[in-house]
């Protein structure tokens, strides 16, 4: 039995595709950053505080939480830059 036409309307299908949504951001967000010291950062969205960035010997440690006592260790990156991104990307879940 021959099914005539399948390849060609997979082929169609694929055509037909929009990538128009994936050119916008995914979440445009602006971040404001505060000095807290020297070498201390508080990283905030309007309403909520995001977390701190804290310079070290071998880069920058990203602190994500409200207060910086309880706040836990993101990573460390090499430029303020990176730490301010991981802050601002969502948490993943497991």
Do not use: C
Not at 50 to 59: E, P
Request: no cysteine.
């Amino acid at each position: 039995m021959e099914k005539t036409g399948v390849l060609e309307d997979a082929v169609t299908r694929l055509m037909s595709v929009s990538l128009a949504p994936l050119d916008r951001p995914r979440r445009p967000v602006s971040i404001s950053t505060r000095a807290l010291s020297d070498d201390l950062a508080q990283v905030s969205v309007p309403g909520q505080v995001l977390g701190y960035v804290r310079s070290q010997w071998n880069g920058f440690a990203a602190l994500r939480g409200v207060h910086l006592a309880s706040a836990q260790l993101v990573g460390t990156y090499a430029t303020r830059g990176l730490a301010l991104e991981a802050l601002r990307l969502r948490p993943r879940s497991i």
